[in-house]
């Protein structure tokens, strides 16, 4: 199984914090690994996710976030996708 790089996740972040509403305190974004390796960072209300394949990890970010905030973010939500590809049993 592929995971993506933190600095690619990182990345992602960072687009996500650029579209953090600014009435908003912050978003929540979620990490769809697919067993492929491909991935998608989700942002905004869990409940528009239609497609739940793959494994997930979930966290937020602010409009305020630092990087280095951003890369404890990404560490966290692959530590959760990791997590849940090991205890798929595969």
């Known amino acids: 199984m592929r995971f993506p790089s933190i600095a690619s996740v990182v990345a992602a972040l960072k687009q996500a914090r650029e579209e953090v509403d600014p009435g ?3 978003m929540d974004v ?3 690994v697919y067993s492929g390796g491909a991935w998608a960072l989700r ?12 494994f997930w990890g979930a966290g937020s970010v602010t409009a305020s976030s630092m990087v280095k905030d951003l890369r404890q973010t990404a560490k966290d939500l692959l530590e959760q996708v990791q997590d849940a590809y090991a205890s798929c049993g595969r």
């Open 43 to 54: 942002t905004g209300s869990s409940d528009y996710d239609q497609d739940h394949r793959g």
């Open 24 to 26: 908003e305190d912050m």
């Open 30 to 32: 979620r990490l769809q």
